[in-house]
């Protein structure tokens, strides 16, 4: 993975981000405070994959319960990878729609269905009500002796998931204490349906080793990069980062991106709003707007190097587009976002992180770089990374409005 600067703008500049990247030097130096974000723990990864084995040869459908952090590393990865084990996975648990629920209950009919459900201690009311009635549906389709066998909670020891679990003889699996949801991609909250869906997540772990040991230099730290850019357009007006990407697989990715940044960085009134841009589909939109709106954003690109491609088909009805012959998608992709970098980085900086493939080391080395690149950034605005009372505002008022119509 490589970040490069783009910047034609006059706005910030190598020199400029030099001088930025020395002056916040301070903050990389964390000892062994994020040694969590990467946990050696190879009993958990053997344990991870032991049960995804199983589950992944007999299930047809695992049904991933969570919401948030919860579920937002896995599904990035499962949505751009797809599933390499007979089993599909269906993301629930993420609202209170009917219409979802019946909808899911109808199409499980004569599947063969296991439930993984995703809380850090089970107080988040989507993942309660979605189990609740899912855990029903289970009794009555295998009966209350063999139901309990299609259940695997993952959790916080001694919350009251686990002692669900323990009372009701469903598998658990650790959710560590120290972790929160959204930095949580290297535990068995996203491991365990990775391994279910026969994804490698040993591989996803050696790409965020390689990450890890990138970072620990000072020098051309690309985490210190974009801290510190990021910081520094937030300070002179650019109140929004953009992540752009020319491959559409990646709307998942981009998803636990916002979460990440946005619930960690958006509070005590601070903090960048991160936006998304699934090119080109949102060039015909947001696009006129990032060209020519207010000067408020700065963009960050994800570039994948060697992906999927396809040779254009020629005809022999003249359609208008006969420059296209000979080509492929990718030459066209290529040109598109060549363009999009060209004009985008006129207007104010860009940053671009080349990747070299879309896959599960891939991964493991963007959701390391992020976490890592969040943590410093927010240090650097002086807010708290780990926690969102914004958020668990909003799960206490329902709570409370809930229980006070008993
Ligand atoms: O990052 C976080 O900690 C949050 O986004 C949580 O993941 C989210 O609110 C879900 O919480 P819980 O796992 O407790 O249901």
């Given at each position: 993975m490589t970040l490069t600067l783009h910047d034609n703008s006059g706005l910030l500049g190598e020199e400029k981000l030099d001088e930025l990247c020395k002056k916040n030097l301070e903050y990389l130096d964390f000892g062994n405070t994020l040694d969590w974000l990467l946990p050696e723990d190879?009993?958990?990864?053997?344990?991870?994959?032991?049960?995804?084995?199983?589950?992944?040869?007999?299930?047809?459908?695992?049904?991933?319960?969570?919401?948030g952090g919860s579920n937002r590393?896995?599904?990035?990865?499962?949505?751009?990878?797809?599933?390499?084990?007979?089993?599909?996975?269906e993301w629930v648990g993420l609202n209170y729609s009917a219409k979802e629920m019946n909808a899911l209950l109808e199409w499980l009919k004569y599947k063969e269905v296991y439930i993984?459900?995703?809380?850090?201690?089970?107080?988040?009311?989507?993942?309660?009500?979605?189990?609740r009635v899912l855990r029903n549906w289970l009794i009555e389709e295998y009966g209350e002796e063999e139901y309990s066998s299609h259940i695997i909670c993952t959790g916080t020891p001694g919350s009251d998931l686990h002692q669900l679990a323990e009372g009701n003889g469903y598998y658990f699996l650790d959710f560590p204490v120290d972790?929160?949801?959204?930095?949580?991609?290297?535990?068995?909250?996203a491991l365990f349906p990775l391994a279910v869906a026969g994804l490698n997540i040993r591989e996803m772990i050696n790409g965020a080793k390689v990450m890890r040991m990138m970072l620990e230099k000072p020098d051309h730290n690309p985490a210190l990069m974009l801290a510190s850019a990021r910081n520094y357009l937030y300070e002179n007006g650019y109140k929004l980062e953009m992540l752009s990407f020319f491959e559409p697989s990646l709307e998942r990715f981009s998803k636990w991106w916002t979460q990440l940044f946005a619930e960690s960085e958006g509070k005590d009134g601070k903090g960048l709003y991160p936006i998304v841009g699934s090119f080109t589909e949102d060039l015909h939109s947001i696009g006129q707007y990032i060209q020519q709106g207010e000067p408020i954003l700065f963009e960050t690109f994800l570039n994948i190097l060697d992906t999927e491609d396809r040779q254009i088909d020629l005809t022999d009805?003249?359609?208008?587009?006969?420059?296209?012959?000979g080509k492929t998608?990718?030459?066209?992709?290529?040109?598109?976002?060549?363009?999009?970098?060209?004009?985008?980085?006129?207007?104010?900086?860009?940053f671009k992180i080349d990747i070299v493939s879309l896959d599960e080391f891939t991964f493991g080395e963007l959701f390391y770089f992020f976490m890592f690149t969040c943590c410093l950034s927010a240090r650097i605005l002086g807010v708290n990374p780990f926690d969102q009372p914004g958020v668990e505002g909003y799960k206490e008022k329902t709570i409370a409005s809930l229980k006070a119509n008993i």
């Amino acid at each position: 993975m490589t970040l490069t600067l783009h910047d034609n703008s006059g706005l910030l500049g190598e020199e400029k981000l030099d001088e930025l990247c020395k002056k916040n030097l301070e903050y990389l130096d964390f000892g062994n405070t994020l040694d969590w974000l990467l946990p050696e723990d190879s009993e958990m990864l053997d344990g991870c994959e032991w049960l995804g084995k199983i589950i992944g040869r007999d299930a047809d459908v695992l049904v991933v319960i969570g919401v948030g952090g919860s579920n937002r590393a896995a599904r990035a990865v499962y949505e751009a990878l797809g599933s390499r084990s007979r089993t599909q996975i269906e993301w629930v648990g993420l609202n209170y729609s009917a219409k979802e629920m019946n909808a899911l209950l109808e199409w499980l009919k004569y599947k063969e269905v296991y439930i993984n459900v995703i809380a850090k201690n089970f107080k988040t009311l989507e993942p309660g009500l979605w189990f609740r009635v899912l855990r029903n549906w289970l009794i009555e389709e295998y009966g209350e002796e063999e139901y309990s066998s299609h259940i695997i909670c993952t959790g916080t020891p001694g919350s009251d998931l686990h002692q669900l679990a323990e009372g009701n003889g469903y598998y658990f699996l650790d959710f560590p204490v120290d972790t929160c949801g959204r930095y949580s991609a290297f535990t068995p909250v996203a491991l365990f349906p990775l391994a279910v869906a026969g994804l490698n997540i040993r591989e996803m772990i050696n790409g965020a080793k390689v990450m890890r040991m990138m970072l620990e230099k000072p020098d051309h730290n690309p985490a210190l990069m974009l801290a510190s850019a990021r910081n520094y357009l937030y300070e002179n007006g650019y109140k929004l980062e953009m992540l752009s990407f020319f491959e559409p697989s990646l709307e998942r990715f981009s998803k636990w991106w916002t979460q990440l940044f946005a619930e960690s960085e958006g509070k005590d009134g601070k903090g960048l709003y991160p936006i998304v841009g699934s090119f080109t589909e949102d060039l015909h939109s947001i696009g006129q707007y990032i060209q020519q709106g207010e000067p408020i954003l700065f963009e960050t690109f994800l570039n994948i190097l060697d992906t999927e491609d396809r040779q254009i088909d020629l005809t022999d009805i003249p359609d208008g587009f006969e420059y296209l012959d000979g080509k492929t998608f990718n030459d066209v992709n290529k040109a598109a976002f060549k363009a999009t970098l060209e004009a985008h980085s006129k207007r104010f900086p860009c940053f671009k992180i080349d990747i070299v493939s879309l896959d599960e080391f891939t991964f493991g080395e963007l959701f390391y770089f992020f976490m890592f690149t969040c943590c410093l950034s927010a240090r650097i605005l002086g807010v708290n990374p780990f926690d969102q009372p914004g958020v668990e505002g909003y799960k206490e008022k329902t709570i409370a409005s809930l229980k006070a119509n008993i």
